[in-house]
């Protein structure tokens, strides 16, 4: 017996956790929704409404009202009437306002952490530290550049696009309205929101905050509904601006009906970045890295480091580790602290993961899964490991966004470079090197928007984020996600 092989019978012999659930008595949900148009909590026109589910055991949570053509007719007009006095307010005076939303993010965190569970089924730990937190931070920091866009783009009068209508994907709801509201608001425009149809209630959430604080009416309003809904926006000739997180598939769409037009477009679209682990990297903390690239977030997140490309002269140590440290994960309910891997988001989600998992058993390739237990209800599974994939299989070419990895190796720097960069995506990449000189030269031939160090799925407002080939154009956090919010304009003389 191995060292690992006996590491993991111990830890699943020995250790036994308690349940430690969260609390869910601190937090109300509605029976059903409407939209925020205006300032107001309104029906809407249509009165259809869609469920939004928990997908760790599919109890309905909410019904959602689905905006119709009219309902988003009234949501722009509304934005665009209230652009009038925002774009025009002192900018000072919107930092403040920006600023409050972030300070009531701060307070009602946990309530939000736990409601971004229960309606995604990302574990409370991922919610509760990194969405809630960052979705505060970027409020904060974006506050901050408000009254001082003429530092950020010297010699340039910087003035608001208009109205941006922000579609945005079900992986890191709040985080990604966060993302979108932000720096558009500091720039002085005004908003149209939807979110996804899976995950729409912590923007719901995020509507209450907004009223609170007091946000001049129709600055920011948010729509519910699902891709029919997201279609009416897109084509709204009142629209200015769209800001796409999504699909590939979708991304096109958008960018063919928004072809002959005027509007700005940003596309944050999928990917399928390459994990590097280099024979001189630190093998431990790369363990953790490439566990924390693939299964953080359900591997739903669309920088996951999906493709791990590992030396050949260390492929042997990395395999046996990454078993063993599956055989610790966590996998079960969203709401327990202990969770490590919570509900796949939708069971549609769980069926477009599991006909993947069946392409790797077709193909005839090692496949891992660790022993541990599945909750029986609702969308769960098993982190997934397969070994020996080739370039050519599915596995490596197309996003899966689950708990899949395709292990890969590679013998010389030349050959990293060129196979994580035969893809069509470019979003993001990660390097485990012992050598500065190496994750340099890496950093400067891979082509993606993102590159992390010894480190993998690390954000921070300040740091822009974005892709490019089929992962989409435009950054957003940063000073550059400043700019696709804002025409920049030469000074005179
Ligand atoms: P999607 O691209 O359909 O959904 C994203 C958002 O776009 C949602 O708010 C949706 O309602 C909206 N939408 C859908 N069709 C639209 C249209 N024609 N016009 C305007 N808005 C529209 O993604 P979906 O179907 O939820 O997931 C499918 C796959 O897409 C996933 O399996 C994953 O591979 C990928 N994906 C990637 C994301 C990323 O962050 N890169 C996020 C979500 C999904
Ligand atoms: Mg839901």
Redesign the pocket.
Known sequence: MTKTDSFSLKFNDGWKYDPAPESIDHISIAEQYGLFINGEFVNSEGSKYFKTINPSNGDTLSKISEANKKDVDKAVDAAKAAFKSWSKMDPSDRAKYIFRIARMIQERAREFAVIESLDGGKPIRESRDIDIPLAAAHFFYYAGWADKLEYAFPGKNTKPIGVAAQ?????FPLLMAAWKIAPALACGNTVVL?????TPLTALKLAEIIKDSGLPKGVVNIVT???K???Y??EHPDVDKIA????????K??RRATAETNKKLTL????KAANIIFEDAPIDQAIEGIINGIFFNQG???CAGSRLLVQESVLDEVSKKLKARLESLIVGDPLDKNTDVGAINSEA?LE?INSYIQVGKKEGLEMFQSNSKVPSKGFFCKPTLFFNVAQSSRLAKE???GPVLAIQSFRTVDEAIEKANNTPYGLSAGVWTDKGSKAFNMSSKLKAGVIWANTYNKFDPTSPFGGYKESGFGREGGVHGLKEYLILENQEG
């Open positions: 579609i945005i994907p079900w992986n939807k979110p996804a149809e899976t509904g699902a891709g809904t997201g279609s926006l897109v796409f997180t999504g699909s590939t598939e979708v991304g769409l958008i944050e679209l999928g990917g739903h997140v669309c989600q477009k996003e899966i966004f």
